[in-house]
């Protein structure tokens, strides 16, 4: 079997089983597109998915595939690039197939145990650099709580590191899940950044709260959060892609809002949230759920200054608060 064969193999086991493309679709996104319904007329992907799948098992870049369509396959590799096209039929996702995902132009390990980094959380990682630009302290802690494959926290830290040289800064994450903070650490070591983050295992903000009270007073308090909100009747009707994917990470209890009201009564009832000079929490939240949440958060601090920022399909998608 040639790549092109193989390519065309691929592909047409692939059509009409209604798999997701590989980027763009958003089980936490739009749930206008990426839920109801759409799983059996959802948007295809087949090329896409057999070429990653395929450049996957060969090792070489995508686009190396069409610079060499006669050259034949090993054996080994056309039986392994069918147990995995068998694999995306049954809706597995590409990122668990190939053990990889991009985000923020970097390379992310992911297995079952991690949601997949999904494109819009990247205005996460850009609306926590714009609020670090924007104000000028020396010290800046940064938490990342239930961080998954690490996505935010690293791809932050990173960043961070390179622009701010001048800043003290601590980076933290936190995860309950034990086998995706794995993950995260390796990922972290992955770029280098092992010995600059402080993970922990636990719930939300718990394992760190010690570690904040350690830093410098009057230092600037940076949480970001992509939490798990989607309401529990929404990731029960999810598409089968969806449920790959660890409820742990989607689930959000009955109103999508459960961890975000945890994390929101942690900081009203942490005594320590008083020798920070200025708190900010960002948010991703689904584009249905701000006025809930910002009911939510009045609720707690009621002189909370609110933000909402849309992602780049126009919807609602970032909350910035600041406390
Ligand atoms: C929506 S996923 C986000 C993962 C990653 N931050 C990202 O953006 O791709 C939510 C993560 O929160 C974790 N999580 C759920 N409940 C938690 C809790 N009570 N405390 C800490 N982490 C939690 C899940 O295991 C999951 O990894």
Not at 31 to 42: L, M, V
Request: aromatic fraction near 8%.
């Amino acid at each position: 079997m040639t790549i092109g064969e193989a390519l065309k193999w691929g592909i047409k086991k692939l059509t009409g089983s209604g798999v997701d493309p590989v980027r763009g679709r958003s089980p936490q996104g739009d749930r206008s597109t990426a839920f109801g319904g759409a799983a059996s007329n959802g948007v295809d992907s087949p090329a896409l998915d057999a070429e990653v799948i395929l450049a996957h098992v060969l090792g070489v870049p995508r686009a190396e595939l069409y610079i060499h369509p006669l050259t034949t396959l090993l054996p080994a590799e056309a039986a392994t690039y069918k147990i995995l096209i068998k694999r995306r039929f049954k809706r597995e996702p590409v990122a668990y197939i190939t053990g990889h995902k991009e985000f923020y132009g970097m390379d992310f390990i992911v297995d079952k145990s991690t949601l997949i980094p999904r494109p819009e959380t990247e205005m996460l990682v850009e609306e926590a650099l714009k609020a670090v630009k924007a104000r000028n302290t020396k010290t800046l802690c940064v938490v990342d709580v239930g961080t998954g494959s690490g996505c935010i926290i690293v791809s932050l830290t990173k960043i961070l590191n390179q622009i701010s040289r001048h800043k003290t800064l601590h980076f933290f994450a936190t995860e309950i899940s034990p086998q995706a903070l794995k993950i995260a650490k390796l990922n972290a070591k992955r770029h280098s950044l092992a010995d600059k983050i402080v993970f922990r295992k636990g719930y939300l903000l718990k394992p760190i709260l010690s570690n904040l009270e350690k830093t410098v007073p009057q230092s600037r308090l940076l949480i970001t959060a992509n939490l798990p909100y989607l309401p529990t009747a929404e990731w029960r009707r999810a598409m089968e892609d969806v449920h790959y994917e660890p409820r742990q990470a989607l689930d959000g209890g009955k109103d999508g809002l459960e961890y975000y009201r945890h994390l929101f009564e942690q900081l009203k009832s942490w005594r320590g949230i008083k020798k920070f000079a200025n708190v900010a929490v960002l948010a991703e939240i689904d584009p249905h759920q701000v006025n809930e949440f910002t009911t939510l958060i009045k609720s707690f601090f009621s002189r909370a200054s609110l933000s909402i920022k849309k992602d780049l399909a126009s919807l609602d998608r970032v909350a910035i608060a600041v406390l």
